[in-house]
């Protein structure tokens, strides 16, 4: 079947604009997660979402990063005021409710000019 | 806090050796331990976890609690093993993953 699936799989902007990361998660699954991976940082988590329960958002690193998740489908990871520090990859990954087992997308690739 | 360290950033050994990539976890509770690899050009997934003992393309891991480790190993090394490997920890009852920063494994031929 589909995996997860994420949009765009580029982006490049200028500093100081605002970005939204799209993620589809596997149907079925209840469970979604952001993750960041940055060069000497590895991979970071960000924020989840499970089912109707208000997310986890201990991951986000400032103010400016926002997720929302709608229908308990399709989530939105935006980044308003964009610094060149976030330039990295964002990956969503996706599970069943209460597994730990979390397929991932294949990431956007955010660039910040 | 929970933290995962992989020692080593990169990784050579040569088709058909032995190789084991290190792994050390800080978990208060019981954690549950995973390894996941990253093929080139393709996305993160799952290798092997803990708690399923499984061998998977002839890795095996073993959890050692009294140590705190998780090391990954192969008796016979492939060129395809070459990738990165991640392990990761996840506990309690938020689900989340954190990661180790990665070891880049080159199997050489």
């Known amino acids: 079947g589909a995996g997860v699936s994420q949009s765009p799989s580029n982006k490049v902007t200028e500093k100081g604009k605002d970005v939204e990361l799209r993620c589809d998660p596997i149907?079925?699954?209840?469970?979604l997660y952001w993750y960041r991976q940055s060069l000497g940082q590895g991979l970071e988590f960000l924020i989840y979402f499970q089912g109707n329960s208000a997310p986890d958002k201990s991951g986000l690193p400032s103010d400016r990063f926002s997720a929302e998740r709608t229908g308990g489908s399709v989530s939105t990871l935006t980044i308003q005021r964009t610094q060149q520090e976030d330039s990295a990859v964002y990956l969503c990954a996706s599970s069943l409710a209460h597994s730990y087992e979390q397929y991932f997308g294949p990431g956007t690739r955010l660039t910040v000019t | 806090a929970q933290r995962v360290t992989q020692p080593e950033k990169l990784l050579s050994v040569f088709k058909g050796a032995p190789v084991e990539l290190k792994c050390n976890y800080s978990y208060s509770g019981s954690p549950e331990l995973f390894w996941y690899v990253q093929y080139s050009r393709q996305r993160l997934q799952l290798l092997l976890r803990h708690i399923s003992r499984e061998s998977i393309k002839g890795f095996t891991a073993d959890l050692n609690k009294g140590e705190t480790s998780f090391h990954l190993k192969k008796p016979f090394a492939q060129e395809e093993d070459s990738a990165m490997y991640y392990c990761?920890?996840?506990?309690?009852?938020?689900?989340?993953?954190?990661f180790g920063k990665g070891t880049l494994l080159t199997v050489n031929p």
């Open positions: 149907s079925g699954h209840t469970a």
């Open positions: 990761a920890l996840s506990g309690g009852s938020n689900y989340k993953l954190t």
